[in-house]
């Protein structure tokens, strides 16, 4: 989802598409060490977005959580050895709002990293999170001088938009809401039920406007983006600026699925943290500005759903 929207900014800066290198899971085994090393010495980029990660919601984090931790540590550190190793000296690393404590104060800023314990639902997912954006700062400090590399993170809030994965398990929520909704309605179910209370607060990004921020901290240059960060927390936070409780996200999309059944909560099921709203201040300030508000937001997202049908019912 976030890398497809990625080449459709860069083609959109006037970037051309046979220039930009693209590969699918099935075409590019990113665990593979020996074969990250091979494609980076064959195709030698001069700039790397690494978006590729093992991502899920609370079911699936809990359920999968090696999966999880090994996926995404192995992803991110062939890609960032590799890239050093083959003379990239740009790349942007994308991370996740739940690097930051279960309890970190509200909102969220890039101070609050390694504060205190994650949520445990998700921890392992974070732990490797955390360590893709040491990485990055680990070259920066070791070769950043001597070999001119600028490795730098992004953390984003909840994404949603086109191309996104909508497992009947393995979802996240807005994507899983869209399913059961639509599905609901047309099956005629008379209600649908949703995991916890429906208490806990999210934020939630439309994911064209994550890549427009991608690119633009990718463009900022090294004076700028150094100015507004530190060598060991150089991270920024991307989020849209405010949040809903997961009950009001489940009424919006009821509403624009066209659903007309009843909503239930399952409070046997976890809620995750109680709130995770992103400080993005830093990265406002240096001139980004998310473009689109949730009920736009969602609307393209159901007519994305509605348009892969035929993909999304094999999932």
Not at 162 to 180: C, E, F, K, Q, T
Not at 287 to 311: H, I
Request: charge should be negative.
């Amino acid at each position: 989802m976030v890398g497809s929207a990625i080449v459709r900014q860069l083609v959109e800066k006037g970037h051309d598409p046979e220039q930009i290198l693209c590969r699918t899971r099935g075409e590019l085994d990113l665990t593979n060490q020996a074969a990250v090393d091979t494609f980076f010495a064959e195709h030698k980029p001069e700039q790397v977005y690494l978006a590729a990660a093992k991502v899920g919601g609370i079911h699936a984090n809990n359920t999968h959580p090696a999966d999880f931790i090994y996926e995404n540590l192995m992803i991110e550190t062939n890609i960032i050895h590799a890239a050093f190793s083959n003379g990239v000296k740009k790349l942007l690393f994308l991370g996740s709002s739940c690097i930051y404590p279960k309890r970190a104060e509200q909102p969220m800023k890039e101070s609050a990293l390694l504060t205190d314990t994650l949520e445990p639902t998700n921890e392992p997912y974070a732990i490797a999170k955390i360590a893709g954006i040491k990485l990055c700062e680990s070259y920066n400090r070791q070769y950043g001088e001597s070999h001119g590399i600028d490795y730098r993170s992004v953390m984003p809030t909840n994404l949603y938009g086109p191309g996104d994965n909508y497992h009947p398990d393995n979802s996240h929520v807005i994507p899983a809401l869209i399913r059961r909704f639509h599905e609901a309605k047309q099956t005629n179910v008379s209600e649908v039920a949703i995991w916890g209370t429906g208490t806990p607060m999210r934020e939630f990004l439309y994911v064209d406007d994550m890549a427009r921020a991608c690119l633009h901290i990718m463009n900022l240059d090294w004076t700028t983006y150094a100015a507004h960060t530190q060598p060991m927390l150089s991270h920024l936070n991307a989020g849209y600026g405010s949040d809903i409780t997961i009950r009001e996200l489940a009424e919006a999309v009821k509403e624009v699925t066209g659903y007309q059944g009843r909503i239930s909560f399952d409070t046997s099921k976890p809620d995750g943290a109680p709130r995770k709203l992103m400080d993005s201040a830093r990265l406002k300030g240096l001139g980004w500005v998310p473009q689109v508000n949730l009920e736009e937001g969602l609307a393209r997202a159901y007519q994305d759903f509605q348009s892969n049908q035929n993909n999304i019912r094999s999932q």
